[in-house]
């Protein structure tokens, strides 16, 4: 099958930092190299143990083809599994100059047996770096770790946080308690003092609670908005938690969640704060101010308003040093470099947006 | 208006499509029961590849729960964000007013009246009795 | 800034909830026998939701010395009708009974509330209007309840709250929806919780606010289900009010799903056209709180053009929760029309029963074709 090769012009071709994409398993032996022989057996006698009724598919299948693009699909293995294929259908043709990794299956995060969580954390690290990372410099891996076991979290991020591939912290967004509840807290501990920001990246399996505050969608068209609450939910918590005030230099990244409803999340935070006050005497200052200075947005899904000025004007309120540019490659709804934003940006807009914001935070030369 | 020989009729069968390449520029050439649409290969909301989509019918529905298939392998689904746009006039369906995929004029012609052009016709034994499929862009 | 013109409704005021004691008078003698017997009737059926004593539940300038705030007919008056020139306002009596698992006592229960509200509040304050509380739990039951107490017209509206045992969108909730159809009553979804579920996704948050807060989202959850599983298509006339819910995070509900819908339409083709327009159309907001920078004019009137429709606000005080100040209900900066359409068009536009002809609800007794 012919797979079109699409050559930006040298004019469009602005070098980026894509901050969402997703590598995947030739086929699922990949990890076993990675586990020790006890958890290999396991995985192979047991498979993942996993908060829904389905085993190895989703309760609200996708659209299309797991989620994948269509036109991802290499000759052998799924989408994004494939670094030859994902070098040149996305990272040579949109001039891709760093990747941030999401891997976000079989790393642990939404396992019920901790101690193969742990097993399973510790793999897909290594298996980021053996299979992806150290061959293709322009990517940069995440420590994927399981966020309901916070002592071998931090024990993880210990032993990657020399290693500069390794950007970020990945956990789940859809924890088992909220994540500003206290027993996270030495996660943030160790990504402060790591130097490392968090990514919340929208997780397709619950950590033990229905999707929505009254039980559980019906359709794939509600389930796929719970992303967005779930981001609401999970950002309230960690403001009124006083998370940002305990650990002011940690940096939460969340990803694929859109970015349109956190102003209006924002203001919403700071009046019932300011009603609500002598609740929360830890959170010293208006929720708003937290997320401006600790919280980063990553663009992919882009909301698209009939007016794209519209659009813009949320940005403004957002500030536009929160955003960073996403594909989701090699999901089904990617957002292409030169198509996704419909209204004129100021070059210095684009230069944050496209790469500027996600070099500062992590760090990138 | 440039006229050029993309692909023999018979290269495209029913309910097919085939991607051929007219100055530089992708185009998915559709036989839909016998007659052809061609559709630029991109998608006016974010030029992603559209003619590699599926060919899908069109869901339509008479209330919640009910379901039903009609104007069998007439529409293409976009294969990035799933958008579906009528083959035979490029109009996306879920917003008639806003989008719509470029269209290109396909005649089949007679092997008589062949313009020459970039497909290498060598290959292929040229005779009256072959239709060819010519597009202009 | 005040309220300018006369005539305003007021789509969300919230007297206090009777006592049990209250309640005795209108249960049959088994309930009243249950309540008394079993100390039922000692407790008070506050809602997790609505802390008495927070700082939001009530205005300090609302409190009185002894009683519940809103618990006073002269009170309510004084302090939430003639202020703002309402012509007619809801009330939406946030009851605890609904929260309870026994089917047939939350059903008692909320029946007796009804008749008190029709006797209480509406035969004392001609400028009464109410919503029917009903527990979800039977939605047959929920029916057989609505279709009773709709025979009074100065009922308007069917009260659900916002967190609940499922998504109300879901098919065996349609008979209820069906009946406020057929008897011009509007859906409204208020803010609360029965918490059958945690109030987040990813479970129970510690404080307050934040439960509070997470209301917005429990709400854009709900509206998610109400166009997915096509409540608007197979009721084509149903309104649908969100009361205390917020509306600033409607613009980026209504980008977000329009654009997934061209994308997932097979799945849910009864969809026929945009997610926006189909809520523009059904879906009405109740004002308070407005959840948007204190003072930032620009801001504000930037989101209400977002959101696309100057028809979907509807004027509320949520007397007595504290939301605004002095008599300062409406954000500054609104022009006359807008002012005009949030204070009474749309709240007459939306509740049928409000139009009723002739008999626009001046007069108490002419509206009430039946008393239990």
């Not at chain 3, 409607?250 to 009864?270: C, F, I, N, Q, Y």
Request: charged share 25%; hydrophobic share 40%; with cysteine.
């Amino acid at each position: 099958m012919n797979i079109p090769v699409r050559h930006a012009t040298a004019a469009t071709k602005l070098a980026i930092v894509d901050c969402d994409i997703h590598p995947a398993f030739r086929k699922p032996s990949d990890l076993y190299p990675f586990l020790p022989a006890q958890w290999r057996e396991h995985m192979i006698t047991f498979g993942e143990h996993l908060r829904q009724g389905l085993s190895g598919q989703l309760a609200w299948p996708r659209m299309s083809a797991s989620g994948l693009r269509v036109d991802a699909f290499p000759e052998d293995g799924p989408p994004g599994s494939d670094l030859e294929l994902m070098r040149r259908q996305h990272l040579d043709a949109n001039g891709v100059e760093y990747g941030m990794l999401m891997q976000l299956s079989k790393g642990g995060m939404e396992e019920r047996n901790l101690e193969f969580a742990a097993a399973l954390s510790h793999a897909i690290n290594e298996w980021q770096l053996e299979t992806f990372v150290k061959p293709e410099p322009r990517l940069r891996a995440g420590i994927v770790v399981p966020q309901e076991d916070a002592a071998f979290a931090v024990k993880e991020i210990e032993h990657r946080a020399t290693d500069p591939s390794f950007s970020q912290i990945i956990i789940s967004p859809r924890s088992s308690d909220p994540l500003g509840h206290r027993r996270y807290w030495p996660i943030f501990e160790a990504a402060q003092r790591c130097n490392r920001p968090i990514a919340l990246h929208v997780q397709g399996f619950s950590g033990g609670h229905a999707s929505t505050a009254s039980g559980w969608p019906t359709y794939y068209m509600e389930e796929h908005y719970a992303a967005t609450t779930g981001m609401q939910n999970t950002l309230t918590s960690l403001v009124f938690e006083g998370v940002f005030e305990r650990f002011p230099k940690l940096k939460i990244v969340l990803v694929e969640g859109g970015f349109a409803w956190a102003p209006a999340l924002c203001w919403r935070m700071d009046k019932h704060w300011e009603r609500l006050r002598i609740e929360t005497p830890h959170v010293k200052r208006p929720p708003s101010e937290y997320v401006r200075e600790h919280v980063w947005f990553t663009t992919q899904p882009i909301e698209e308003p009939d007016h794209p000025q519209h659009l813009a004007e949320v940005i403004e309120w957002l500030g536009w040093d929160r955003l960073m540019f996403s594909t989701d490659y090699p999901h089904w709804d990617f957002d292409d470099p030169q198509h996704t934003f419909k209204f004129a940006m100021t070059e210095g807009q684009k230069a944050k947006v496209f790469r500027d914001n996600a070099k500062a935070l992590y760090g990138l030369p | 208006m440039k006229r050029q020989v993309v692909a023999r009729a018979v290269e495209v069968a029913p309910g097919q499509c085939k991607i051929v390449n007219v100055n530089g520029r992708e185009i998915g050439v559709f036989n839909l029961n016998g007659e052809y649409f061609a559709l630029a290969n991109r998608c006016p909301h974010e030029g992603g590849p559209l003619c590699q989509g599926n060919i899908i019918p069109l869901v339509q529905s008479d209330g919640p729960g009910h379901y039903r298939l009609a104007r069998h392998q007439e529409f293409l689904r976009c294969p990035w964000h799933g958008w579906e746009f009528e083959i035979r006039t490029g109009q996306s369906w879920c917003d008639p007013k806003s989008t719509r995929a470029r269209q290109f004029q396909v005649k089949v012609e007679s092997g008589e009246t062949l313009v020459k052009g970039p497909y290498v016709a060598e290959t292929f034994p040229v005779s009256v009795e072959e239709d060819y499929l010519v597009v202009e862009t | 800034m005040k309220v300018p013109i006369k005539g305003a409704i007021d789509c969300d005021l919230h007297p206090a909830p009777p006592s049990a004691e209250a309640l005795l008078p209108y249960l049959d003698e088994y309930w009243r026998d249950q309540l008394i017997d079993r100390h039922i009737a000692r407790y008070s059926f506050t809602l997790t939701s609505y802390p008495p004593n927070s700082p939001l539940s009530a205005r300090p300038d609302w409190r009185q010395k002894s009683g519940l705030p809103g618990g006073d007919v002269d009170m309510i008056r004084s302090q939430a009708l003639d202020p703002f020139g309402s012509r007619f306002a809801i009330c939406n009596v946030l009851h605890g009974a609904v929260a309870l698992f026994n089917e047939d006592m939350a059903m008692a229960l909320s029946s007796a509330i009804n008749d008190w509200v029709a006797k209480e509040l509406l035969d004392r304050e001609p400028r009464l209007r109410a919503s029917i509380l009903v527990p979800v739990h039977n939605p047959e039951r929920a029916v057989a309840e609505i279709e009773r107490v709709a025979a009074d017209r100065r009922f308007v509206q069917v009260l659900l709250f916002a967190m609940g045992d499922m998504l109300l969108g879901r098919r065996p909730y349609w008979p209820i929806y069906e009946a406020a159809q057929k008897r011009g009553l509007v859906i409204g979804i208020h803010a609360g919780s029965t918490y059958r579920h945690a109030p987040m996704a990813s479970g129970w948050s510690a404080h307050r606010v934040e439960d509070y807060v997470a209301q917005s989202a429990a709400f854009e959850s709900q509206l998610l289900s109400f166009l997915a599983e096509g409540v608007f298509q197979q009721f084509p006339s149903l309104r649908l009010v969100l009361s205390e819910s917020g509306f600033t995070w409607l613009p980026s509900l209504l980008w977000r799903t329009s654009k997934s819908w061209r994308g997932m339409r097979a799945e849910v083709p009864w969809i026929d056209r945009s997610p926006a327009e189909i809520i523009r159309e059904h879906v009405r907001v109740t004002l308070q709180p407005v959840d948007s920078p204190p003072g930032d004019t620009t801001t504000l009137l930037r989101t209400l053009e977002h959101i696309g429709s100057d028809r979907m606000l509807l004027f509320s005080t949520d007397y007595p929760h504290w939301q605004f100040d002095g008599d300062a209900v409406l954000p500054d900066g609104l022009s006359s029309e807008t002012v005009q359409r949030i204070l009474i068009d749309n709240p007459l536009e939306t509740y049928p029963r409000l139009r009723d002809g002739g008999q626009i609800g001046d007069n108490a007794a002419s509206n009430k074709e039946a008393v239990r």
